[in-house]
């Protein structure tokens, strides 16, 4: 550090407390997230014919610009096609850009949305699942 002039030291320090800021709010967001498979990744897709997957459609999901415009998507198809990979990947992505980021199955969410009908906490339910960008 000593040859470098007092200006780029203390760039120095903002860009390492900012890096070391980002990697935490993203480590607390994956904690958060509930995504199984920290690994999953869009680069890691198996676009091979007989998956019948849409590459462009996924690389321009990838550009997260359907959070930006506070669009929907379902992910659906038969069993043991990817969707669960597909969805912890765009999860991983969004939680890398910035964005909230709950991880949970149709099936489990549905049973907690029959459930919470029943008990009197829909609206907390839904308060919670509103915090998040991507559900």
């Known amino acids: 550090y000593h040859q470098l002039s007092f200006d780029e030291r203390v760039y120095d320090l903002l860009d390492s407390e900012y890096m070391f800021l ?4 993203i480590e607390m967001n994956f904690k958060l997230s509930r995504i199984k498979d920290k690994q999953a990744v869009l680069e890691e897709l198996d676009y091979s014919p007989k998956r019948k997957l849409n590459k462009s459609l996924i690389l321009s999901l990838a550009s ?3 959070l930006k415009a506070k669009q929907n ?13 597909l969805a912890q990947a765009l999860g991983n992505r969004a939680i890398h850009e910035g964005f ?14 029959k459930l919470s009908r029943i008990d009197g906490t829909y609206t907390n339910l839904v308060k ?3 915090r998040y960008k991507l559900l």
Do not use: D, P, Q, W
């Open 128 to 130: 919670r699942f509103a």
């Open 22 to 25: 980002k990697n935490k709010r």
């Open 100 to 113: 909230t980021v709950y991880y949970i199955r149709t099936s489990t969410l549905l049973e907690e949305i």
């Open 64 to 66: 997260m610009n359907f």
């Open 73 to 85: 998507i379902i992910i659906n198809g038969k069993t043991g096609c990817g969707k669960s990979f």
